[in-house]
T-cell receptor, first 117, second 115 residues
Framework: AQKVTQAQTEISVVEKEDVTLDCVYE???????LFWYKQPPSGELVFLIR??????QNEISGRYSWNFQKSTSSFNFTITASQVVDSAVYFC??????????????FGQGTRLTINP | EAGVAQSPRYKIIEKRQSVAFWCNPI?????LYWYQQILGQGPKLLIQ????????DSQLPKDRFSAERLKGVDSTLKIQPAKLEDSAVYLC?????????????FGPGTRLTVT
């Protein structure tokens, strides 16, 4: 079965530091998708990125960047020059193909990131 | 475009009582999901609908949980009777379709406390 491991339960850094959130996954699917979601204190899950298993190019969006390495089954997330507003719980997720081709998400345990001023 | 709506936002009940949650997905989204998120954990899928049919309910505790999606739009999730371990946030999400991959958009959730 699919599994997502986020080994870092909590991370605390000072504002403007760079921080990397780790994500390791297990899957038997040959085609799959990886995701990162942000969950601020309000509780709503906010979609950040989706990555197809065939696309190993790293992606950068502003202060956010993602490093996908299929060889190590990792999909790490880096925030550059962190800001207080980045404080949230971050979830890595993996798509799982169920019956009839239905896709569902398997989430990691989450990493609580605190950015201190 | 309006997001996924859920109500109530908070609910406190005693064990063995019943409770129901409501979800209104994004207009035009055929697929609807209910997740359970226990404190300190990631969301876990309970049930997935495609229009008004169930696609996956393998992790739904069917002895006490039930869900329906009449007319393929709104959905309700019910717990009867509730147990202490049901205390969690119940998240509803929707996406355009089930096959292939389409982003899931999440609602704000309903925080349930069972005492």
């Amino acid at each position: 079965a699919q599994k997502v491991t986020q080994a870092q339960t909590e991370i605390s850094v000072v504002e403007k530091e760079d921080v990397t959130l780790d994500c390791v996954y297990e899957t038997r699917d040959t085609t799959y998708y990886l995701f990162w979601y942000k969950q601020p204190p309000s509780g709503e899950l906010v979609f950040l990125i989706r990555r197809n298993s065939f696309d190993e190019q790293n992606e950068i969006s502003g202060r956010y960047s993602w490093n996908f390495q299929k060889s190590t089954s990792s999909f790490n997330f880096t925030i550059t020059a962190s800001q207080v507003v980045d404080s949230a719980v971050y979830f890595c997720a993996l798509s799982e193909t169920g019956d009839e081709g239905a896709q569902k998400l398997v989430f990691g345990q989450g990493t609580r990131l605190t950015i201190n001023p | 475009e309006a997001g996924v709506a859920q109500s109530p936002r908070y609910k406190i009940i005693e064990k063995r009582q019943s409770v129901a949650f409501w979800c209104n997905p994004i207009s035009g989204h055929a697929t609807l999901y209910w997740y359970q998120q226990i404190l300190g954990q990631g969301p876990k899928l309970l049930i997935q609908f495609q229009n008004n049919g169930v696609v996956d309910d393998s992790q739904l505790p069917k002895d006490r949980f039930s869900a329906e999606r009449l007319k393929g739009v709104d959905s309700t999730l019910k717990i009867q009777p509730a147990k202490l371990e049901d205390s969690a946030v119940y998240l509803c999400a929707s996406s355009l379709r089930t096959s292939g991959w389409y982003e899931q958009y999440f609602g704000p959730g309903t925080r349930l406390t069972v005492t």
